[in-house]
């Protein structure tokens, strides 16, 4: 089955470390990667850049909306993602509970599928 882990953090945390510690932490995620990697968990992994360099668009009754980041009522931005093959949840869960980032943001654990069920 495939699951997504969501890298959840605050707005403005990222800007509060610095390049070193911002550095280090990054490397910590890619060893976390290379690890998933070498097991057969890993499909892909990414972080991505703030919701500064982001953009929003919604069409509602045919009106285009395009909103560019960063987004002052985010309480919580996606910092980045990893998408696993994992034969249960539990897996998922332990891997999550594994990633580094849960000692400075959120890990949430999201299976694949149809958004209708």
Known sequence: M????LIIEKPGDRAARSETAGRALYERMLSFSAELKSRGLLTMSQALKSDA????????????????G????????????FLLTCETREEAVA???ACPAV????????????CFQ
């Open 2 to 5: 495939a699951y997504m882990l």
């Open 53 to 68: 360099s982001g953009s929003r668009i919604t069409k509602r009754s045919g009106a285009v909306t395009v909103r560019d």
């Open 70 to 81: 960063p987004f002052a009522e985010a309480r919580e931005i996606v910092g980045g993602f």
């Open 95 to 97: 891997i999550a509970e």
């Open 103 to 114: 000692e400075w943001a959120t890990v949430e654990v999201r299976e694949l599928g149809p």
